[in-house]
T-cell receptor, first 112, second 114 residues
């Protein structure tokens, strides 16, 4: 069956450092991959989308890579800030109508 | 633009009671979704509606029913609530950016079944 795995343990980093979150998947060939941010008590919010034919996508301090051979996406936040503290979810889609398959999320904590 | 709205925000039920969770979107999206989120499990799709008048089962549909009332509204009904249905429920919609299927989420309903 299709499976998505994200870092299960929380990631704690110092302000100003680069945070790197991992999303691995098996038994799936997505047309694209999305990353969402979720704050406590709130719904997820879309951040970035990367398609299967793209290696890298950037948006301000965010960078996403997508390796369809390794079946892995890396999500980087450069010059991290305490306001970046949240849970980050990856989601795969493109082959099931509009449906997405979500990972369980990784909690990021940026300390001042 | 309110985006996606959900009511109620919180609900406590006793086992066997029924209730309907309401969801509405004002973005003219075709597709709408209901998810549940449990600790360590991520978001799991309960039901979705690709367009007005159609609904389909997702990963965990047992114990739930849905109604796509019109293009704006998509409701989720628990006919006989069970403690296993204690969860946070999110409604989402998509359809405004061609085929990228970016989903827009509501604030969630926190449901406890005693």
């Amino acid at each position: 069956s299709q499976k998505i795995e994200q870092n299960s343990e929380a990631l704690n980093i110092q302000e100003g450092k680069t945070a790197t979150l991992t999303c691995n998947y098996t038994n799936y060939s997505p047309a694209y991959l999305q990353w969402y941010r979720q704050d406590p008590g709130r719904g997820p919010v879309f951040l970035l989308l990367i398609r299967e034919n793209e290696k890298e996508k950037r948006k301000e301090r965010l960078k996403v890579t997508f390796d369809t051979t390794l079946k892995q996406s890396l999500f980087h936040i450069t010059a991290s800030q305490p306001a970046d503290s949240a849970t980050y979810l990856c989601a795969l889609g493109g082959n099931q109508g509009g449906k997405l398959i979500f990972g369980q999320g990784t909690e990021l904590s940026v300390k001042p | 633009n309110a985006g996606v709205t959900q009511t109620p925000k919180f609900q406590v039920l006793k086992t066997g009671q029924s209730m309907t969770l309401q969801c509405a979107q004002d973005m003219n999206h075709n597709s709408m979704y209901w998810y549940r989120q449990d600790p360590g499990m991520g978001l799991r799709l309960i039901y979705y509606s690709a367009s007005e008048g159609t609904t389909d089962k997702g990963e965990v549909p047992n114990g739930y029913n849905v109604s796509r009332l019109n293009k704006r509204e998509f409701s989720l009904r628990l006919e006989s609530a069970a403690p296993s249905q204690t969860s946070v429920y999110f409604c989402a919609s998509s359809g405004d950016r061609g085929h990228t299927d970016t989903q827009y989420f509501g604030p969630g309903t926190r449901l406890t079944v005693l």
